[in-house]
Each structure stands twice: as structure tokens, then as C-alpha cells.
């Protein structure tokens, strides 16, 4: 069972990373199938309500500094979803947060923050899209994670790394 839903998982991913990377948004029946296959896995033994509700917490917390800071960069108060985040993005953060510990949860956001940012970078020059496909770059991040689990044995989502 545990093999099924993730395999589900990567699909589901897999079709986030497509339909952001080609419209730049990704169907909304998506992000609730991803919520309902993560929180499968997170039922599994072992998930602690806790570190839910830390990560829930957390996207809030970078969300609202968000606002706060491009609102007194821009001297107004400022819709951060028009043109600096995106709801979509929120919404994956939300989806897959009870895939992590809470420790691991913050790593992958600022390592995922890195990767894409970096990433989409060097492919700028290929491409002339300017906005960052945010959710679909890290989806893919999840799927490589869910196979260096797979394929190391090592649990990057909820082993504490961070002591």
C-alpha cells in the first residue's frame, strides 16, 4: 500500500511539474489529490500531528512576512499573489506538508527555494518565460527525494538531520 501511494505521489507531481512548467498554473483538483495521498502517507506509523501543524504554521509565517515586507517595500499595502507568490505555490506548500518533519520541512523549503531559483537561472536563457514555475520545480525536488529514499534506505522527510 505504502508503495502504491507513492508511486500515486510522483505521478501527481509529475503532472504539477507539467502543467505549471507549460500554463504556468496547475489545475486545482490537483493540489487536493496531492493533500489526500500525502496525508495517506503521513497516517502511515509514525506521523506526529505536531509537526502538521508546525509546517502549516510555517508557510503562514513566511507568507505574512512576505506581505509585510513587499508591503513596506512598496509603501502600500500589496497583493503579494498578483505579482511576487503565487496562490498555486501556497497551496503545494500546504499539500505536501505532511510529508515532512517540521526540522526537514524548513530545510526543504529553503534548499527547494535555492534549487529553483538557481535552476531556473540557468535555464532563463532557453526560455522566455520570466515568472518561476515554483511548485513544478519542486515537485520534481519531492519525486528525486522520494527515490534517494527508495534508493538509499536513508528517510529524507522525516529523519531529523538537524540535531
Not at 15 to 42: G, N
Not at 75 to 98: C, M, R, W, Y
Request: with cysteine.
Amino acid at each position: 500500500m505504502n508503495l502504491i501511494l507513492h508511486i500515486l505521489l510522483s505521478v501527481l507531481l509529475g503532472l504539477a511539474f507539467y502543467q505549471d512548467w507549460k500554463f504556468r498554473a496547475i489545475s486545482w483538483l490537483v493540489f487536493p489529490l496531492i493533500t489526500i495521498v500525502a496525508l495517506l502517507i503521513f497516517l502511515q506509523p509514525g506521523g506526529a500531528w505536531s509537526n502538521l501543524g508546525s509546517n502549516l504554521t510555517f508557510v503562514i509565517v513566511v507568507i505574512g512576512s512576505l506581505f509585510i515586507y513587499v508591503s513596506m517595500r512598496e509603501k502600500k499595502l500589496t497583493n503579494i499573489f498578483e505579482n511576487h507568490f503565487g496562490i498555486g505555490d501556497v497551496l503545494f506548500f500546504i499539500a505536501i506538508s505532511p510529508l515532512f518533519g517540521s526540522t526537514n520541512f524548513i530545510l526543504f523549503f529553503i534548499s527547494g527555494m535555492i534549487l529553483s531559483g538557481t535552476f531556473h537561472l540557468i535555464i532563463l536563457k532557453k526560455v522566455d518565460q520570466k515568472t518561476i514555475p515554483l511548485a513544478g520545480y519542486l515537485s520534481v525536488y519531492v519525486v528525486m527525494l522520494q527515490c534517494s529514499v527508495g534508493l538509499s534506505g536513508i528517510d529524507f522527510f522525516t529523519r531529523n538531520f538537524i540535531q
